[in-house]
Every structure is written in structure tokens, then in C-alpha cells.
């Protein structure tokens, strides 16, 4: 049994043992079909394996699914930051973001429609009298929460962010280094779909302060990103095929200022996500607590992202 995920239950089943010979087997968490479109995130496998940004998929199942395991050790607070991953990291990144849509299609980015849904399932109160009180007293209400998405989706969705295929969830245990081979892979794909190339960057950078012990000083600098974002854009311009040069500094720059008002998006979805998981699901895990640290620093990030302004 693994144990760092808090949303399902995941098993590693092997023949004698052997650690080079297993598969997992993944099964859903309670509730969790309210949240997660379970044929998305399908289709998105099987879309990541055809490009080879997956790992093969054996069989699904009513409630769970079986696929390749992916040798290797999950990325922590400390490793993620560290060079070499994050060069390996953007180079992974870019390549699943330069996926083109099926069929020619223009795809629409999802997180709108998933915040409105996840609005409308959040609890308006939790059984345990104690949490309901913590509850009542830290998480604002749905109108508030209402006004801040409408408020959010406004803003934000007419940066001129890209629109690409998404992981959506690369907290740090999402990510696999294989240091035999100097391989980094990412895994789970639940929340996978197109949305906003800043919305997946911006996500990525919120979990640098992990989940269990979640610590916000561990959000990255300004100077740390700009490097991390303009190695990425030479990678992401690689492979979607543009020959007019290198990034610019302003192409760097405007992607940090939609990547840092796209992690407003990100603290406030998560947060949503964690009030529906501390009503519905049965996995141990202090998920109210988890929502009010989520939209907590929503609050103290927004007035500063929010001013933020693109390069002319």
C-alpha cells in the first residue's frame, strides 16, 4: 500500500516481490466521482500514454484502474527546487503542453467550469460540532466565494494565457526522478485536461510548499522563477516548433505575470476541492484545515498578484 496520496487508495501488486515487476492499482476514494470526470481523465491518459508522457494503462474498473508502475522516487519540498530537476521538470512540462487537441478542435480551458461546479457541491456545514464551528468561523460564504470566482474568471481569462493539455495537479509527490536513468516523469492524471498553461505553472509553484506541512516561505522568488520560466519557454517553443529565437525578457516576464495571478486560481480551487473531501471522503487528513490554509493564502496573495501588470 502507498501511502502519500489523499484522495484514493493506491496498491502496488508484484510477482516474488520483485520491485521491477509491479503494477498499481488504483481505487477511487469515496465521493470522488463528484469531482473528478472519470472519462476525462481517462481520455487524458490515454492521450499522455500515445505521446509517451504516461505510463501504460492495463485495465479499468468500476471504481479504479490498473496501470504501469514508474520506477523511481517522489520529489519532495527540498528536490524540486534543485536545478537539474527543475530543468528536467520544464522539459517534461513543455512537452506534455505542446500536445496538440484532437481533431483539429480549439480547446476550452476547464478550470471555470470546474470551480462552478465545485461551488455548488461545497458543504454549508460539517457533522462533527467542533469542525462545523472551524467551519463557520474560517470559511467564507458561498456568496463570497461566489463573488471572488466571478471576480477571478473576469480578471484572469482575458490574459492571453495559451490554452494547452494540463496536468493540473503537480504537487511535488506527483513527480517521479528516476535517478538510474536521469528520467523525471509525472504521474496521475485525475485533474488532467486543457486549460490555461499558467494555471498548470502557477500550481506547480503553490505546491513547493507541500501539503502535508504546507509552508508558503517555500514559494518560489520572483528571480527563481524567471529562470525557471525562461528555461521552460525554450523548451516549450522547441517543441511547438517556433524558429524566431530565443525567449525574450519580456516573453519571460509576461508569463510570470499570468503564472502569478493564475496561482490565485489555484489556491481557490484547491481550497474549494478540500471543503468538498472534508464532507465526502473517509481517507485520515485534516482537509478543512488544508481549505482554510489554501484560502487563506488566496487572500493574502491576491491584492499583490491582482495589481500585477503585462509588459507593453
Given at each position: 500500500m502507498f501511502t502519500d496520496g489523499i484522495t484514493n487508495k493506491l496498491v502496488g501488486c508484484s510477482v516474488d516481490d520483485d520491485p521491477c515487476d509491479v503494477v498499481l492499482i488504483r481505487i477511487y476514494g469515496n465521493k470522488t466521482e463528484l469531482f473528478v470526470d472519470r472519462d476525462a481523465e481517462l481520455r487524458s491518459f490515454q492521450l499522455l500514454q500515445a505521446h509517451g508522457c504516461a505510463p501504460r494503462l492495463y485495465t479499468t474498473f468500476v471504481n479504479g484502474?490498473?496501470?504501469?508502475?514508474?520506477?523511481?522516487?517522489?520529489?519532495?519540498?527540498?528536490?524540486?527546487?534543485?536545478?537539474h530537476i527543475c530543468r528536467l521538470t520544464t522539459q517534461e512540462l513543455a512537452r506534455v503542453h505542446a500536445i496538440h487537441a484532437h481533431n483539429g478542435c480549439v480547446p476550452t480551458p476547464l478550470i471555470w467550469m470546474k470551480l462552478r461546479k465545485y461551488l455548488s457541491l461545497i458543504p454549508t456545514s460539517l457533522t462533527h460540532p467542533d469542525t462545523n464551528a472551524r467551519f463557520e468561523r474560517e470559511i467564507p460564504s458561498r456568496a463570497e466565494l461566489q463573488r471572488e470566482m466571478d471576480e477571478l474568471h473576469e480578471h484572469l481569462s482575458g490574459l492571453g494565457s495559451p490554452i494547452v493539455l494540463c496536468h493540473n495537479d503537480l504537487l511535488v509527490k506527483n513527480v517521479i526522478f528516476n535517478e538510474d536513468i536521469d528520467e523525471l516523469k509525472f504521474i496521475d492524471y485525475?485533474?488532467?485536461?486543457?486549460?490555461?498553461?499558467?494555471?498548470d505553472i502557477g500550481n506547480h509553484f503553490n505546491e513547493f510548499a507541500g501539503v502535508s506541512d504546507v509552508d508558503y516561505s517555500l514559494y518560489p522568488s520572483k528571480e527563481f522563477q524567471l529562470g525557471w520560466l525562461h528555461t521552460y519557454l525554450v523548451a516549450y517553443h522547441g517543441f511547438i516548433g517556433r524558429t524566431d529565437g530565443p525567449p525574450s525578457a519580456r516573453d519571460v516576464e509576461k508569463l510570470y505575470v499570468q503564472v502569478s495571478k493564475f496561482s490565485l486560481v489555484s489556491n481557490f480551487f484547491w481550497g474549494l476541492w478540500a471543503l468538498i473531501q472534508a464532507k465526502f471522503s473517509n481517507i485520515e487528513f485534516d482537509f478543512l484545515g488544508y481549505a482554510i490554509i489554501r484560502l487563506n493564502q488566496y487572500r493574502n496573495t491576491k491584492a499583490a498578484y491582482m495589481a500585477l501588470e503585462l509588459p507593453a
Open positions: 484502474l490498473c496501470y504501469e508502475f514508474v520506477p523511481g522516487g517522489v520529489l519532495d519540498t527540498h528536490l524540486v527546487r534543485q536545478p485525475e485533474y488532467s485536461g486543457y486549460n490555461y498553461q499558467a494555471y
